[in-house]
């Protein structure tokens, strides 16, 4: 099968031929597929840039239309929400309050964009005054989220953001259980039509940094180990990805991208599910923090970055990135 001594063959045939080699590229990154992350904050009246992530920004509700035009423009169809609060307590009380800021800013992108296809993420740590996942308890001097007293609050949660439109939700907390409670939740209330991407693989990682700058998510004490995975795993991963499937997830995930494009490709040959891949926000910054010195070519390097994502097996890529390669491929920009 893999014989390749054919004398005759000659692989610059295809090579040297730019519009063949398009035609055949095995892959090929495309606006439809990717999902486009945004953060709404609130008490905010204009976008404020975020230090951590240069070109991204916290969006007042009123406002989160302006960019949701030109991703619809630039032919992304998706974008995944993280809301921003004001306040915040040991509950999480203003993840699943009706007029919550993710709540407010999915009705806000509804009315005008019905089309655009709203994924909003489930978790407590922008909303806890602890930043912890979901709920504390110290149980035996040890002060941990408690797995199951967390997951009646996703359920909360999500039912929240289904009643504001949501079509998609996306739980991030990598707790136990969590895609089962949450699919239960949403068919009592009648959203049986609401789906859920999982964030089924989720490594405990260094890559999240500024994203937790951006939302100010950051745990006060501990960490993220308890829950999220070990990065020298990747059995582990098959596992939690076959796990949430038997739950009813309806899209799983993997997180980050690009130090697990192993688990990616692992997870692609086990599961019929689309896959999906976030490019999360250190993978973001670590390019735009080269390119800004001049010591990379951005635009070069994020082609190559998303399609090797693509290339492992992600059907869908959240990415910061997604409505810049939008626009680089409207311009007819591929530097392959
Ligand atoms: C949890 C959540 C996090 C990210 C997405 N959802 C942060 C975390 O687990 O600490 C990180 C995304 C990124 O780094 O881009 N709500």
Known sequence: MFNINFPEVRSRRIRKNFSVRRI???VSLEPRNLIMPLFVKEGVNKPEPIASMPGQYRYPVKGVNKVIAEL????VSSTVLFGIPKHKDPLGSEAYNEGG???RAIREIKKDFSDIIVFTDVCMCQYTDHGHCGIISSRGGRILPDNDATLEY??????SHAEAGADFVAPSGMIDGMVKSIRSALDKEGFTDVGIMSYSAKYASGFYGPFRDAAYSAPRFGDRRTHQMDPRNSREAVKEILLDINEGADI???????????VIKTVKEISLLPLAAYSV??????IKA???KGWIDERKIVFEVLTSIKRAGADLILTYYALDVASWIKE???PF
């Open 101 to 103: 800021v993710v709540q």
């Open 252 to 262: 799983v995930m993997v997180k980050p991208a690009l130090a697990y494009l192993d």
């Open 290 to 292: 080269a390119a800004e």
């Open 72 to 75: 619809v423009e630039s032919g």
């Open 24 to 26: 055949v590229s095995e």
């Open 281 to 286: 926000s250190g993978e973001y910054s670590i």
């Open 154 to 159: 996703l359920g909360k949660i999500a039912v």
């Open 332 to 334: 007819g920009y591929c």
